[in-house]
């Protein structure tokens, strides 16, 4: 099984593409109005109609209202949604949508105890912990808080790049990875260059072994 790598943070046609072309699985637009990396309604639709078949377009959003989520559905074809914030479980399921619950990985979080919480979702996205921040953070945290048995069901996120994401796969062997900061030249502009090699660093690791 190989390893699936979403990008987020995309606000450019050309990044997209890029992206696209290094053969990601899902590209990430983020709706949280703080973020340098977001989006508006209008900008993500457009760039969802040059989404070929079979790339995931992800909705990020950080404790926001349903009227709020709805309406960014209403204007933008989503296909999985992902909540960064304090959303509760019976919140994330409302919307008729596949979604994932990122977990910030603060000191003595119980992941276990997270994934039973968030049952219904289609996986954990682990990132680094910063109480200033709700992701975005470009750090790593210590991989080998990870239980195996999660692994199937995780999104690895949390300062990845080209350097390192070899070795966190090897380690952790998560469904996936995301990946923002690592590939961008300046926040919100990706670099292509990082991007191709990210995916083939990734592409280059065995996990059979």
């Known amino acids: 099984m190989?390893?699936?790598?979403?990008?987020?943070?995309?606000?450019?046609?050309?990044?997209?593409?890029?992206?696209?072309?290094?053969?990601?699985?899902?590209?990430?637009?983020?709706?949280?109005?703080?973020?340098?990396?977001?989006?508006?309604?209008?900008?993500?639709?457009?760039?969802?109609?040059?989404?070929?078949?079979?790339?995931?377009?992800?909705?990020?959003?950080?404790?926001?209202?349903?009227?709020?989520?709805?309406?960014?559905?209403?204007?933008?074809?989503?296909?999985?949604?992902?909540?960064?914030?304090?959303?509760?479980?019976?919140?994330?399921?409302?919307?008729?949508?596949?979604?994932?619950?990122?977990?910030?990985?603060?000191?003595?979080?119980?992941?276990?105890?997270q994934r039973r919480r968030y049952e219904q979702a289609a996986g954990l996205l682990l990132d680094t912990f910063d109480p200033a921040r709700p992701g975005g953070t470009g750090q790593r945290f210590d991989w080998d808080r990870i239980p195996t048995a999660l692994a199937p069901s995780i999104v690895l996120a949390g300062g990845l790049d080209a350097d390192n994401v070899g070795e966190a796969i090897c380690l952790v062997r998560p469904f996936a990875v995301d990946v923002s900061g690592g590939v961008e030249a300046s926040k919100g502009i990706k670099d292509h260059d990082k991007i191709r090699d990210f995916m083939q660093r990734v592409n280059d690791v065995d996990i059979s072994r």
């Open 2 to 113: 190989r390893t699936r790598v979403k990008i987020c943070g995309l606000t450019r046609r050309a990044d997209l593409d890029a992206a696209v072309a290094a053969g990601v699985d899902a590209v990430g637009f983020v709706f949280h109005p703080s973020s340098p990396r977001a989006v508006s309604p209008e900008e993500a639709h457009d760039l969802c109609a040059g989404l070929p078949p079979f790339v995931t377009a992800v909705g990020l959003f950080v404790d926001a209202s349903a009227e709020e989520i709805r309406a960014i559905l209403n204007r933008v074809p989503l296909e999985l949604l992902q909540f960064h914030g304090e959303e509760d479980p019976e919140l994330c399921a409302s919307f008729g949508r596949r979604w994932i619950k990122a977990v910030r990985m603060r000191p003595g979080v119980d992941l276990a105890a």
